[in-house]
Nanobody, 121 residues
Framework: QVQLVESGGGWVQAGGSLRLSCAAS????????MGWHRQAPGKQRELVAR???????IYADSVKGRFTISRDNAKNTVYLQMDSLKPEDTAVYYC???????????????WGQGTQVTVSS
């Protein structure tokens, strides 16, 4: 089994910064793509950013230039640096990872439990 544990959420005023971390642990042979999604009240979950094992990145248009995704493959950890935060960034943020476990040929998507980010105006 694989677990993803997020940390770093909280409350911040508009214009401020937060850094989210997500560490994967358990039966891990390899991790392919890792990413962050978010879900605001009454809205669907949406992709925020994603990073490949080779460090290629994609971002939602709404966060380009403000958020930076990175990863440490040695630590099986993905980060999301969030700067110039806006009230509309308020949401529960979830990390996910495509994990190949030992003894498996395929990759499975795992999700963290979510961490709340609240940005006040």
């Amino acid at each position: 089994q694989v677990q993803l544990v997020e940390s770093g959420g909280g409350w911040v005023q508009a214009g401020g910064s937060l850094r989210l971390s997500c560490a994967a642990s358990g039966n891990i042979f390899s991790i392919n793509g890792m990413g962050w999604h978010r879900q605001a009240p009454g809205k669907q979950r949406e992709l925020v950013a994603r990073i490949s094992r080779g460090y290629s990145t994609i971002y939602a248009d709404s966060v380009k230039g403000r958020f930076t995704i990175s990863r440490d493959n040695a630590k099986n950890t993905v980060y999301l640096q969030m700067d110039s935060l806006k009230p509309e960034d308020t949401a529960v943020y979830y990390c996910n990872a495509a994990v190949q476990s030992g003894g498996s040929w395929s990759f499975t998507d795992y999700w963290g439990q979510g961490t709340q980010v609240t940005v006040s105006s």
